[in-house]
Structure formats: structure tokens, C-alpha cells
């Protein structure tokens, strides 16, 4: 194991301990009052997202490797990225982080049964890679559902703390995020990169935005035919167009160690917290210049720390 894989597990666990931070009874209670955008929300990650996946990986003139990325990708749930943006943009924080959790439990079997197909699917008799289910359901725990509950104890029995931390938190896992993408991008694959190259950039890039687009695009009918409001239709295209790409990393990279498979998650992780932002200021114009404030306001936050 490189130590990048090392840092990747250890930033995932970070950022799964900053959302059980973010978490109190009463977010459930909010959000199974009205519990259509959650199920739906559910619905979106089992489902459209890996059927999007297969179907792109399945047209696509790539690699068989790649197309396996894509399905990793796919079987990742949202993390703290579209929590922030929701968060950013005023929408429903508590519908957000909920299908981040629920998710990440869900993962625990959801994982190694896609990957798996997708392994068995577009690599076939070509490769003796696979994803052990009871090591994914362990290691799965240890990284997301554990620092989950430790979060939420800390919530539970120093409510101070963990309100005082939530904003500097938000920021650093963003540029802890940011610092294992620009290591994975440039680094050598000696030290742990992928040694990805303009050339696959460009290749991969049209079919994993029109993936974004259609993932945005069916958050956002979900949400539309459950009769739900604006900010509930935006949070379901949010947490539906940005995967987990530190879990994908990981999957990738440490559990079958091959960085091929990674470079789909790199890719998606260069756009797709602008074409989030873009769909939801779409959604909320106003919010523009709020959005701009709150900004503001977590520098200034962030600066007093």
C-alpha cells in the first residue's frame, strides 16, 4: 500500500467524521416527515446512477479497465462535496446529509455487488481482480460508517465543539480533497499517481459530462415528479451529480490496485463541483449574490479559527 492510499483512507475517514458532526435527531425527524425526497434520493443512487454508468461504460469505445472506473464511480455515494454545495446554496442540508449517510451504510453491500459487475461484465476471463465482500463491508466500515458514529457522539455530548468546528471543517476536508486530486494528477506512479495524460483527459471528459449532465438532469425529475419544492429538487441533482471520488480513489488504487480504474474518478472530480454550483444557481438564481456572502462569511468563520 502507498502512502497516498494511506492518506486517501485517512482523508475519507476525516470527511465521514465532519458529516456525523453535522448530524442530530432532528435531521431525521425532518426529513422522514416528508420522506418522498429521501426514498427518492435512494432511488437515484441504486439505480439510475449505475444504470447510467452501464450503459455509458457499454457505448463507449474505451478500455475495459476504464469502463469498470466508471462503474466504481457510479456505486459511490455522494460525500461531503454535495453537502457543502447544498449548504453554499440554501437548500435542503438536512435531506443532503442524510442520503450521504444512508448511502454510505447502503455501500457496505452496494459496493462490491456493481463492482463486481462491472469487473465480471467488461473484464470477463481477462482478469483474476475481485472485489472480496467481506473485506469491502470491513474496510467500508472502519473508513465511513465508524467515523459516522464518532461524529455523532461528539454531537451528541459536546454540541459546542462540534458546531464551533463544522465551518473550518467544511473547508478543510475541501482542500484535503483538493490536495489528493493534484497528487493522483501529477504525481508519478511511483509515488502514487495515476500518470493519466492529456490525451485521456480529452477522451474521457464528453462521456463522463454527458453522464453528469443526465445524473443532474434526473436528480432534478426525480424531484419534479415526487411534487417536491426547489430546494429539494436542486438537492437531489446535487447529491446525485457529485460522487464520492475519494472512495472511488480508494476502491481503485488500494482494494484492486489498479490506477486505470481510478482515472474516471479524477476526471469527474474536475468539473463536477461547477456544474453542480451551475445547476443550482440555475435553480436559484437569487441565491447569487447570497451565495457570494455565505461565502464570505465562512472566510471570515474560517479566518477567526
Given at each position: 500500500m502507498s502512502y497516498i492510499d494511506l492518506l486517501i483512507s485517512g482523508i475519507l475517514a476525516f470527511i465521514m467524521l465532519s458529516v456525523g458532526l453535522s448530524l442530530t435527531w432532528k435531521n431525521f425527524v425532518v426529513v422522514f416527515a416528508k420522506p418522498k425526497g429521501y426514498f427518492g434520493?435512494?432511488?437515484l443512487q441504486l439505480l439510475v446512477l449505475p444504470t447510467v454508468a452501464y450503459t455509458i461504460a457499454t457505448l463507449a469505445n474505451l478500455p475495459p479497465a476504464i469502463k469498470v472506473g466508471i462503474m466504481i464511480l457510479s456505486s459511490c455515494p455522494g460525500g461531503t462535496t454535495s453537502n457543502f454545495i447544498t449548504y453554499l446554496l440554501n437548500a435542503n442540508a438536512a435531506l443532503a446529509i442524510l442520503l450521504t449517510v444512508s448511502n454510505?451504510?447502503?455501500?457496505?453491500?452496494?459496493?462490491p455487488i456493481i463492482v463486481n459487475f462491472g469487473l465480471e461484465t467488461f473484464m470477463g476471463g481477462h482478469t483474476d481482480i475481485a472485489l472480496s465482500f467481506w473485506s469491502t463491508i470491513r474496510e467500508i466500515s472502519t473508513i465511513i460508517i465508524i467515523p459516522v458514529f464518532i461524529g455523532v457522539l461528539i454531537?451528541?455530548?459536546y454540541p459546542l465543539f462540534a458546531v464551533k468546528v463544522q465551518v473550518p471543517l467544511k473547508w478543510i476536508t475541501?482542500?484535503?480533497?483538493?490536495?489528493?486530486?493534484?497528487?493522483?494528477?501529477?504525481?508519478?506512479e511511483a509515488q502514487g499517481g495515476t500518470g493519466i495524460t492529456l490525451k485521456e483527459i480529452l477522451t474521457l471528459f464528453p462521456y463522463l459530462a454527458i453522464g453528469n449532465a443526465i445524473n443532474l438532469t434526473a436528480g432534478y425529475f426525480m424531484a419534479y415528479f415526487l411534487g417536491l419544492p426547489t430546494n429539494d429538487r436542486l438537492t437531489l441533482g446535487v447529491e446525485v451529480g457529485i460522487q464520492n471520488t475519494s472512495l472511488a480513489f480508494l476502491i481503485a488504487s488500494k482494494w484492486l490496485n489498479n490506477e486505470d480504474m481510478l482515472k474516471p474518478a479524477l476526471v469527474y472530480a474536475m468539473f463536477?463541483?461547477?456544474?453542480?454550483?451551475?445547476y443550482g444557481l440555475v435553480?436559484?438564481?437569487n441565491e447569487g449574490k447570497l451565495f457570494w456572502q455565505r461565502m464570505s462569511n465562512l472566510y471570515n468563520n474560517l479566518s477567526k479559527h
Open positions: 434520493g435512494l432511488a454510505s451504510f447502503i455501500a457496505l453491500f452496494s459496493v454531537k451528541r455530548y475541501v482542500i484535503l480533497l483538493a490536495v489528493v486530486f493534484f497528487v493522483k494528477l501529477f504525481a508519478g463536477t463541483f461547477f456544474t453542480a454550483m451551475i435553480l436559484k438564481p
